[in-house]
Each structure stands twice: as structure tokens, then as C-alpha cells.
């Protein structure tokens, strides 16, 4: 087959602009070269469905292509969670679409575009799921990310996740050891483990290694790269856990813990599967155990059934917990979920004004955190020029703090450097550099 091109464009979370990392891999494997929309063979929009927004800006995006397939007889291919969910309805939807394909199909993508032509293919089995020997091509020389669990089997009652990407699965040690390796001896400084849930990795498989044992592993075999990783979940984030981040010195003081609500009455009802009395047990030592390190949560409001009292318990927990940041939701009902069948009862407005109540908290807690780091000397991995401001870098603290500084003529992007912080501002801290570490 000739050589054929391909735009990609990627819509939704981490996991979402990962995916998209290993569908460019496994097309540049097969010879298939990346350019912009408009001269591309085949356009591929990978897709998420987790909030409803998304779901919509996919079919604003999708009508913008038409002229394209009429013009060009571009080829048009939808994957992702949404295509996963959708399957043959998105074609009937939007009948100029070839290909549709499900989120356990990324390694076979070439394929699925080569045989387009020949009428709509929707390729969506949930089967059989690979996350290993992925070609992968890196979309930044400095940070990798890397999949270490697959799916979910928490079927939190408003999530439609373990719909879309089926039952957990978890990468053998070694596998992503060597992934680690690899990136490293590339000159990766930072790696990023991914997973819907990394604190369940290899849960399922008695006597394995489990995520402590994982994280003093990779940090003992490649102390030269800084450790990330994202999602944590309440009910299996362990003491384990606190020490291997606490005791693994390239392990960086940065956890996200998803709290989502603060009364038990609501967490019991979201299926979450832990009290906010023993969420509090856990930050409290997380905090004790790792200085400084930085805690981030997510927070769903108009939950179905919650009164002024559970709301109230939100709050509260807050406060106690000092999140360092909150990212804050409005309840929308997801079609599949166990949510979705209860009434959606909090009135609009109500719910409106909760967000605002739990935003004006948040970003006050985010204000003091950020204050709480001026006069401090940090060691900052250094992203690129400023998008507001390219007169200025942007970097992140080990404990993911954004920071800008001025920048000079050297380079920095990938760097290391130390960083004395200066000011604080809303969102991010201003810094002055004291020396390139390298
Ligand atoms: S843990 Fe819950 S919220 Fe997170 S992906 Fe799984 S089901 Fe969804």
C-alpha cells in the first residue's frame, strides 16, 4: 500500500491524549505519516464521553469534517469512548463516517483505515485488550506517560468508564519497567503511570507486586527521572502507598485524590466505597508522612438526593483536607450508569449555586497554597515557553505547582533548575532562576 496520511484530534483526559500517543504509533509502524486535516487522507477524531459537553463538541466537530469527505473523500474515523458507546448509531447519526472503532482497537487502527472504502466499519468488541508492546510516539521528548492498568471495575454509580473500557487489566511488572527504561534511555526526565485507578494495579492477581511495590522499583532502577501518576482512588489508596512516595526520593509529593463528595449518605449512593472518615485517615497521614507534598481532588455537586446537610459535609471536608486544588463538576446523568435511573432531583439553580459556593472554596485554599510557597528554593522541570507569555518559561514543582520564570537565551525546555519562588498569583507562582541543573 502507498504511503497515506492522517490528522488526529483528540478530545477529553490524559488517558484520551495517551491513547492518542500509541494510535500515532501504531500508524507510523505501518508507514502512515501526520499532517493537518485538510490534506489528510483520513481524519481520525478520538473521542470522550465521560461528561455530556463532550459528547456534544464531538458532533459540532464531526459536521465540520463533512465538507471535507465531500470535497477530498477523506476518510473519516471516530474512536474513543464515545465511538466505544455509540458503535453503529454514530453512523447512523453521521452517515459520511467510515470507520468507528472501540477504545480495545487502537493497535489495530491501521487496519480498520485501510479496509475503508468498502462501506462504514465499526469495530467495538470489549475483548482481549492489549496494553503491552504498543509502539508508542511521544508527542513530548521530555515526559512519557505510560499505561499501567486498563478499564475499571469500580462502577462508581455515575460513571460510564467500565462501560466503555471494559474490566481492569493490569501490565506485568517487568512490562512497564522496561517501557520506563526505554523512555528514559531516551532522555525522558519525567514519567507519568496511568490508570483509571493505579492503586488497584495487580490487585486482581494474589501475591503479585502491587503500585508501592511498583513505584520502589522504578524508583530505585531509574532514580534520574522524576515519578507521576494519575488516577488514585480513596478506597485503595493504602499506607503502602504513602510510605513507597514517602521513602522513594524520585517519587514526586503530588497525589490527586478524587473525593467527589463529603457525606457518607452520597458517597454510599455514588458506590465509591469508602467513608470520608477513613478519607481523612488517609490525607491526614499522606500528609504526616510526605512534607509538602500537594493534594488535588475532583468534586461532584447535585449529586441525585443531596440535600443542603450533604453539601454542607462537602464543604467541610474541604476545609479539613486543605486541597491544594479542586477540579468541581455539576452532576449531569450519564445513559448507561446506575445513576442515570434515579431521579435527577437537585433543582438547576440549586446546583448552580453550590458550584459557585464550592469554586469561591477552592480557589481561596488554592490562593493559600500558592502563598505558602514564596521565599522557597525548588527544583522545577521546565515544559516550554509560556503560552500567555513567551517571554517567560513554564515549569512544574515536584509538587506540580506551575511556576513562570523570565526566560534568557539558553533553552531550558526539559531542563531541571532550581527556582526561587518569588510570588504567588491566582493559579501559578513566579519564580527567578538560580541555576540549570541540566
Ligand atoms: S473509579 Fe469510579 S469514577 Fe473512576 S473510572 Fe472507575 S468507575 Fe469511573
Given amino acids: 500500500m502507498e504511503k497515506m496520511t492522517y490528522a488526529l484530534i483528540t478530545f477529553g483526559c490524559q488517558m ?20 493537518e486535516p485538510r490534506y489528510a487522507e483520513a481524519v481520525i477524531l478520538l473521542t470522550c464521553c465521560v461528561r455530556e459537553s463532550a459528547e456534544r463538541k464531538l458532533y459540532g466537530r464531526l459536521s465540520s469534517l463533512k465538507p471535507l469527505k465531500e470535497k477530498r473523500d477523506t476518510i473519516i474515523a471516530v474512536g474513543g469512548c464515545l465511538a466505544q458507546k455509540e458503535g453503529t448509531r454514530l453512523i447512523a447519526q453521521a452517515p459520511y463516517v467510515d470507520v468507528v472503532f472501540g477504545t480495545h482497537q487502537y493497535p489495530h487502527i491501521a487496519d480498520l483505515l485501510e479496509q475503508a472504502g468498502g462501506g462504514a466499519v465499526c469495530s467495538t468488541a470489549l475483548s482481549g485488550v492489549r496494553i503491552s508492546g504498543i509502539p508508542c510516539s511521544r508527542l513530548e521528548e521530555f515526559r512519557a506517560w505510560i499505561t499501567i492498568t486498563h478499564g475499571c471495575d469500580n462502577f462508581c454509580s455515575y460513571c460510564i468508564v467500565p462501560y466503555v473500557r ?14 520506563v527504561g526505554a523512555h528514559v534511555a531516551e532522555g525522558v526526565r519525567e514519567i507519568n503511570l496511568l490508570g483509571q485507578n493505579v492503586d488497584s494495579y495487580r490487585r486482581k492477581e494474589e501475591g503479585k507486586s502491587r503500585f508501592a511495590d511498583l513505584l520502589r522499583l522504578l524508583g530505585s532502577r531509574y532514580p534520574e527521572a522524576w515519578i507521576r ?22 517519587v514526586c509529593e503530588y497525589v490527586h485524590l478524587p473525593l467527589q463528595a463529603g457525606s457518607d449518605r452520597i458517597l454510599a449512593a455514588m458506590n465509591r466505597g469508602y467513608r470520608r472518615a477513613e478519607y481523612q485517615v488517609k490525607v491526614d497521614e499522606l500528609r504526616r508522612c510526605v512534607p509538602g507534598v500537594s493534594l488535588t481532588t475532583d468534586v461532584i455537586v447535585g449529586f441525585p438526593g443531596e440535600s443542603e446537610e450533604d453539601f454542607a459535609a462537602t464543604l467541610e471536608m474541604l476545609e479539613l483536607c486543605r486541597f ?37 472554596i477552592s480557589r481561596r485554599l488554592t490562593s493559600a497554597s500558592l502563598r505558602g510557597e514564596v521565599g522557597s528554593e ?7 515557553p509560556s503560552r500567555k507569555d513567551p517571554r517567560r518559561w513554564s515549569a512544574r514543582t515536584r509538587n506540580n505547582k506551575l511556576v513562570h520564570f523570565q526566560r534568557g537565551e539558553v533553552n531550558l525546555t526539559g531542563v ?11 493559579w501559578s507562582l ?6 540549570i541543573l541540566g
Fill in 416 to 426: 531541571f533548575a532550581r527556582v526561587e519562588i518569588t510570588a504567588a498569583g491566582s
Fill in 229 to 250: 501518576f494519575t488516577t488514585s482512588h480513596p478506597r485503595d489508596f493504602d499506607l503502602a502507598i504513602v510510605r513507597s512516595i514517602a521513602e522513594t526520593a524520585n
Fill in 324 to 360: 491544594d486544588g479542586a477540579f468541581t463538576f455539576l452532576y449531569n446523568p450519564r445513559e448507561m450508569t446506575a445513576a442515570a435511573d434515579l431521579p435527577d432531583d437537585v433543582d438547576a439553580r440549586v446546583k448552580q449555586d453550590r458550584l459557585r459556593r464550592v469554586m469561591e
Fill in 166 to 179: 471494559g474490566s481492569e487489566v493490569s501490565r506485568p511488572l517487568e512490562d512497564v519497567a522496561e517501557e
Fill in 430 to 435: 513566579h519564580g527567578e532562576l538560580k541555576e
Fill in 378 to 384: 525548588q527544583t522545577v522541570l521546565v515544559h516550554g
Fill in 16 to 35: 484520551n491524549l495517551h491513547d492518542a500517543e500509541r494510535i500515532r504509533g501504531a500508524l507510523h509502524a505501518r508507514g502512515w505519516s501526520e499532517c
